[in-house]
């Protein structure tokens, strides 16, 4: 079974720009959540969703980030107009459906998203 | 406010000696615990998890973690630490919509 999957690896953009980082599940996973880590920082929750609902983006900033969870692909978190202070490693995590089980986060390799 | 604790940045051991890496939660009730280990350039994986029940729950690669309610600890054990273990660790918590992370301990091991 692949695991969760995170595309680009690396990502870099210029000031103005704008990043697209996607984040497939892992097989039979319908909740994703991104997350973000800084450097020398732990990861910071930015947002949970299932399929096409945004369940809770209470650690999203409010301007230029938003995410989505279609129906069909995989998720995306877009940041628009990137700034130098977005450049961090930016995390997607995946969890079953249901019971116990969807409290386990199983965790992407990340996407190091660098602005010039 | 939730928050989780891990008071050592940076650890140092020798081969072969045991380790122990502190965490602390701060959380309304007993939240769900965890303990992920992240390789330079990697992602997180999952080393143990604690929900309810025995207090004492084991994990992947050697590793056990000890739950102790009076004290809000959920702290990480290894008797005999290999070179291998060098990495960085995280103690999270929560559960259903979000985990709450530390900021993480950096073991290095000394050959």
Redesign the interface.
Known sequence: NAG?M?NPRHLVRRRGQEARLRCSPMKGHSHV?W?RQLP??????MV?LQKENI??E??MPKERFSAEFPKEGPSILRIQQVVRGDSAAY?CASSPPGG?A?????????T?LSVL | AQSVTQPDIHITVSEGASLELRCNYSYGATPYLFWYVQSPGQGLQLLLKYFSGDTLVQGIKGFEAEFKRSQSSFNLRKPSVHWSDAAEYFCAAGGGNKLTFGTGTQLKVEL
Not at chain 1, 40 to 45: P, R, V
């Open positions: 969760v995170q959540y997350y020398e920082e732990g990861l910071k929750f949970y369940i809770d209470s650690g995390f116990q969807k409290n386990i986060q199983y965790f992407g390799a990340g190091r």
